[in-house]
């Protein structure tokens, strides 16, 4: 069971200021300060963690420098590791009254004094020796803060360093790095606490990265990210991650306590100076439900969000390809557990790296060794294989799936079932097994279609996925019965009764053939749970019908056929036909039939003798009258009317003499 947490805080006062009591120190000058101490840099602190000193059994922090400028002294790297008194480890922690206090990402100038034991450097005053630098619109300002938080002194960092290198110059003999420094350049993700990371890892869950979609102007999308997760995925760890829903962006810091990784773009929610190059963020929301994994003692990650930024700086990196997937895969690390790294190749290491801009980086053997120290790796020596050969079975609403082990990879421990409505897709269930045996069975499962895949686990991490097979819970519908078709001129209207058994039907799909069997004419879903359906204007034809059910599992068998006529009527003759003669000109009349389908057009025709049209045959359009000349002679006069179906029969017959 846990230890009590346990506290020793250490006061140092001096003989010679008891005033000074409730200070660690004399306060000291800058010239003062300056002249004690054997190196003063400017730079970034890159990690910070705590680790025991064997030499005297004590608690030490230990802060690694990227130095960017030199004040004093000669320093042949530009990393160093600063060694400060106290710190914490599991549910032990050793304070130091006026001690300094770092944090990664800080920008510092360090007046730093050299320890006499062993040579290592730490803060020359306490938290007098650490200064903290900052942008203003007017210059870059250091400042140094009392133990208690409180702002002692802020001096431009120009006018500061002109003060250091004006100071005596001391010799002493230094080490940049503590030999009992051992552990790997990776760090933790920063917490006041115990670190954090996915318990989820521990019982085979997987955690799901929602995403906003990605904004155009990007040096990529949805494919970029994938890619950073699968490169997490290959790294040998036990959490499983998996690309989750498109959502709206999540504001860095918005509690949601979903349980999932959200990724946004563009700062959405204005959190980050839209002038500066900060390329990203990331955060994480942790409780204290304590699990150790790998010797260390972590809380529970409960979400995890990450933010890249639009400003001008920022996207001159993301628009590039391989420095966007870089920033995601990055940012992605954060959200499981890492925090920055001091190897400069790494993809933690808190700057865009140098070649992303010909291609997106892998992830270097310190950012593996980081990730598997969040997610231990287990003894199999590789992930297992994909497992072969998945089947199904189903009766009603049970589904038996059965398959067998990988014959590749590492030992299996148990597997994880995923279940999806569309291939590839596990947005409808993963499972995961508490044994290594091949088959399960789940009853109860709601009628629908699956598309389904099983992957081997251990402790080292998830395997490929088997192939992937569809399987179906619950029945298909019985076929529709008794249909039947009525028709009236182009309409048609059918009617059937529903299935008798399956699942409850959400709609019915009607085929149309020119032939039995066939659907080459026509394929009409209703939308519609109710029977029967009506179609009009329909084109004249001779049709071959059937309805099939559908439901949530699939599509029913055929109804019965029925065999559908829609004829096409021609118009009715024109009547009353007659004539009048004005000098040469005769005009011919007629009226338009009565009933049947309405006439298009007239054609007009004329013959040597009754019942021919052997002289002349005409289209006058939809007229009903006519003005025409003609030679002397004896002439029979019909007329007929036409529509898309064809020609009616002739109407009453005259005969006109031309003299």
């Known amino acids: 069971m846990p230890r009590a947490l346990l506290f020793i805080l250490l006061g140092v006062v001096t003989l010679s200021s008891p005033r000074l009591a409730a200070e660690t120190a004399p306060l000291l000058s800058i010239q003062q300060l300056s002249d004690a101490s054997t190196l003063v840099v400017k730079g970034r602190v890159l990690d910070v963690s705590s680790q025991w000193d064997p030499a005297i059994n004590a608690l030490y922090t230990y802060a690694s420098i990227d130095v960017s400028e030199t004040w004093k002294g000669a320093l042949q790297e530009p990393r160093i590791v600063v060694k400060l008194l106290g710190g914490r480890l599991d549910d032990l922690e050793l304070r130091v009254a006026g001690q300094a206090r770092l944090d990664p990402d800080d920008e510092v100038v360090l007046w730093l004094e050299v320890r006499p034991r062993d040579g290592t450097l730490y803060p020359a005053g306490l938290w007098q020796g650490v200064w903290k630098v900052s942008d203003t619109p007017l210059a870059a300002l250091a400042a140094r803060r009392r133990a208690d938080g409180l702002m002692h002194e802020a001096i431009a960092v120009d006018a500061l360093r002109a003060m250091v290198e004006s100071s005596t110059p001391t010799d002493t003999a230094f080490v940049t790095v503590p030999v009992e420094f051992h552990k790997g350049a990776y760090t933790f993700f920063p917490s006041d606490g115990p670190p954090g990371r996915w318990h989820e890892a521990?019982?085979?869950?997987?955690?799901?990265?929602?995403?906003?979609?990605?904004?155009?102007?990007?040096?990529?999308?949805?494919?970029?990210?994938?890619?950073?997760?699968?490169?997490?995925?290959?790294?040998?760890?036990?959490?499983?991650?998996q690309r989750g829903s498109s959502r709206s962006a999540r504001c860095i810091g918005a509690f949601e306590g979903d349980g999932r990784i959200s990724v946004a773009f563009n700062d959405p929610c204005g959190e980050v100076s839209d002038s500066g190059t900060v390329v990203g963020l990331a955060g994480l929301y942790m409780t204290p439900i304590l699990r150790e994994a790998g010797g260390t003692t972590f809380q529970k990650i409960i979400q995890g969000t990450a933010v890249l930024n639009n400003s001008a700086g920022a996207f001159t990196v993301l628009s590039q390809r391989g420095c966007f997937q870089d920033a995601l895969t990055h940012n992605v690390g954060h959200t499981i557990g890492l925090g920055h790294s001091s190897q400069s190749n790494a993809i933690m290491w808190p700057d865009p790296l140098p070649g992303c801009g010909s291609g997106p980086s892998g992830l270097s053997s310190d950012d593996i060794n980081g990730i598997r120290a969040v997610y231990p790796?287990?003894?199999?020596?590789?992930?297992?294989?994909?497992?072969?050969?998945?089947?199904?079975?189903?009766?009603?609403?049970?589904?038996?799936?059965?398959?067998?082990?990988?014959?590749?990879?590492?030992?299996?421990?148990?597997?994880?079932?995923?279940?999806?409505?569309?291939?590839?897709?596990?947005?409808?269930?993963?499972?995961?097994?508490?044994?290594?045996?091949?088959?399960?069975?789940?009853?109860?499962?709601?009628?629908?279609?699956?598309?389904?895949?099983?992957?081997?686990?251990?402790?080292?991490?998830t395997g490929g996925p088997s192939n992937e097979i569809v399987a179906t819970s619950g029945a298909l519908p019985s076929p529709p019965t008794g249909l039947a078709a009525t028709v009236a001129g182009s309409t048609v209207t059918l009617g059937w009764s529903a299935p008798t058994s399956g699942e409850p039907v959400t709609t019915y799909i009607l085929e149309a053939g020119s032939a039995p069997s066939l659907?080459?004419?026509?394929?009409?879903?209703?939308?519609?749970?109710?029977?029967?359906?009506?179609?009009?204007?329909?084109?004249?034809?001779?049709?071959?019908?059937?309805?099939?059910?559908?439901?949530?599992?699939?599509?029913?068998?055929?109804?019965?056929?029925?065999?559908?006529?829609?004829?096409?009527?021609?118009?009715?003759?024109?009547?009353?036909?007659?004539?009048?003669?004005?000098g040469g000109q005769v005009t011919f009349t007629w009226q338009a039939p009565t009933s049947g389908p309405p006439p298009v057009g007239y054609l007009i025709s004329a013959g040597t003798s009754q019942g021919l049209d052997n002289i002349v045959v005409v289209d006058v359009g939809p007229v009903t009258s006519i003005t025409a000349t003609g030679p002397p002679g004896t002439y029979f006069i019909r007329v007929k009317s036409r529509s898309a179906c064809g020609l009616s029969g002739s109407s009453n017959e005259v005969m006109l003499v031309l003299p």
């Open 202 to 241: 521990d019982f085979g869950t997987v955690v799901s990265v929602d995403y906003e979609p990605p904004p155009g102007g990007l040096g990529g999308g949805v494919a970029e990210l994938d890619a950073a997760i699968a490169l997490w995925n290959g790294s040998g760890m036990s959490l499983r991650l």
């Open 377 to 461: 790796a287990g003894g199999s020596g590789a992930v297992p294989g994909p497992p072969l050969g998945l089947t199904s079975t189903t009766n009603g609403t049970t589904v038996t799936l059965a398959w067998a082990a990988p014959a590749t990879g590492g030992a299996v421990t148990n597997y994880v079932i995923e279940a999806g409505s569309a291939p590839g897709l596990t947005n409808l269930a993963s499972f995961t097994t508490s044994d290594a045996l091949t088959s399960m069975v789940f009853p109860g499962v709601p009628p629908g279609v699956y598309y389904l895949r099983v992957r081997g686990r251990n402790t080292l991490g």
């Open 519 to 582: 659907s080459n004419l026509a394929t009409l879903v209703t939308n519609s749970a109710v029977p029967g359906m009506v179609v009009s204007t329909v084109p004249p034809g001779v049709y071959f019908v059937r309805v099939r059910a559908r439901n949530v599992v699939g599509t029913s068998a055929p109804s019965n056929e029925v065999q559908v006529n829609v004829a096409c009527p021609v118009p009715s003759p024109p009547t009353n036909l007659a004539f009048t003669k004005t």
